[in-house]
């Protein structure tokens, strides 16, 4: 069989996010070099300077007003591809969590077993947080990205579009118990539906030979839904052509570099996370780490392009069972890490918000940073079901530690290119915590 056929996805995926990178890239080109034409000689007949310079900077505001609005129209118009295409996906991850979570938990069989191998991920989940969050501050303070960036800061009063949410112990309790099971599969919001398959699925074991059939059913409902999911995949180069097509029309290679100190250390960071963290994690569990690598290839590369961890869900789990981890284990591990343990977002976290205090030359103390990691252990839990999660968190970490809201707009222009990293980051991560959670249960593979 040929590479191509093997990889058939891998590849068309990797030839659509370079047709998006060139098509991008000339239409931002042809766009910043189609000036806004006006009037110069009534300019030029304007003998008073100080009115003149008035009039220059009103028409350059305007220019650059008519030039952000173009691009907007041109790159909505192929984001729409990849809209459709994460919106399918949307489609297929609740009754894909419910059916697999459900089936899981009913061959793990009773609460012991699950409380067993619940622990164990808990306990996985906490520590590689506080790895994360930790290596974020180390990152952060040793290269100061925020330090001598020189792009102007944001108005006082200018506003980010971001709602802060601080999750509290209520919020909280009201975001995992489901009042409704339909409302939380309408909203894919994943940790209702999986305290809600933990309750069905233990039930469904429980009762024996009459909870047969309906474990059975869901059997057939997760196969279903498995195939569903190819179907879905086929249109993923195309999706992955309108995002990243739709990225660069909006920001251009001038934006890398500006942020060119940032994004290095941020992507330096997750890098250093994968190779050197989680394959010490790997190696202490003897877990064949590279080979992980290779098996779950297609679904990191998913993740990157489309800038979404939820668009490679189905296929990471294809992937870790073809790479041996049992059905029990993937089906119980992944759905709980998509809420506790997106390694990428939750780096993200402090360093941003650290980030944020350098550009404006804030201070923040040793004392105030491990305060910060340890609010955002417990606070980065449940977020996965809100849109753009890691910057509402961020949000809230600003004004808690009293550094301007408005500052969260100095990531936003390179926050779409970060999220690819941080996404990829969540895939592999998952992928590592189901792995060393199966080898804690005496799986071999």
């Known amino acids: 069989m040929s590479y191509f056929a093997k990889n058939k996805l891998i590849v068309l995926i990797i030839i659509a996010m370079l047709v998006g990178l060139v098509i991008g890239y000339f239409i931002n080109v042809s766009l910043t070099n189609n000036k806004f034409e006006y009037n110069k000689e009534q300019l030029n007949s304007i003998t008073n300077p100080e009115i003149k310079k008035a009039v220059e900077a009103g028409v350059k505001k305007y220019e650059e007003a008519v030039f952000v609005q173009a691009k907007k129209t041109i790159a909505g118009r192929y984001s729409v591809l990849s809209d459709i295409f994460l919106h399918l996906i949307k489609m297929i991850i609740a009754p894909l969590v419910l059916a697999v979570l459900v089936l899981g938990v009913a061959k793990v069989g009773d609460f012991k077993s699950v409380g067993r ?3 164990k991920t808990m306990i996985y989940f906490t520590c590689a947080t506080l790895i994360a969050l930790a290596l974020g501050l180390v990152i952060v303070n040793v290269f100061e990205p925020g330090v001598g960036l020189k792009i102007p800061l944001p108005d006082t009063n200018a506003q980010t579009g971001i709602k ?20 939380s599969m309408a909203a894919n ?15 469904a074991a429980s009762i024996g030979e009459k909870g047969k059939a309906i474990i059975n059913a869901f059997d057939s409902l997760s196969h279903v839904m498995f195939k569903v999911t190819n179907f879905v995949m086929n249109f993923a180069p195309i999706g992955v052509f309108g995002a990243i097509t739709a990225v660069v029309i909006m920001q251009g290679p001038g934006v890398l570099k500006i942020y060119v100190n940032l994004i290095l250390c941020f992507f330096g960071g997750l890098l250093f996370f994968i190779f050197v963290v989680l394959f010490l994690i790997s190696t202490l569990f003897k877990i064949n780490f590279f080979k992980l690598l290779k098996d779950i290839k297609e679904p990191i590369l998913l993740a990157f392009s489309t800038a979404s961890s939820e668009s490679a869900m189905p296929k990471t789990i294809e992937a870790l069972e073809k790479h041996g981890i049992s059905n029990r284990i993937v089906s119980f591990v992944l759905p709980l890490g998509y809420s506790f343990n997106l390694d990428g977002s939750i780096m993200y976290m402090t360093f941003a918000t650290v980030f944020i205090a350098q550009c404006y030359g804030m201070d923040i103390g040793m004392a105030d940073q491990i305060k910060m990691m340890l609010i955002l252990l417990v606070t980065s839990k449940g977020m996965a079901g809100v849109p753009r ?18 500052g969260l707009l100095l990531l936003l222009a390179v926050d779409q290119l970060l999220d690819m990293g941080r996404s990829a980051t969540n895939v592999v991560g998952n992928a590592v915590a189901s792995a060393v959670v199966a080898k804690l249960e005496g799986e071999k593979f």
């Open 117 to 119: 191998i619940g622990l």
């Open 164 to 183: 802060t949410n601080v999750q509290d112990a209520k919020n909280f309790i009201d975001h995992v118990i489901p009042e409704s099971l339909i409302r």
């Open 389 to 406: 999660a890691s910057l509402v968190v961020i949000a809230g970490m600003l004004g808690m530690f009293k550094i301007p809201g408005e």
């Open 189 to 203: 919001d994943i940790l209702p539906i999986v305290v809600f398959a933990l309750f069905f699925g233990i039930a």
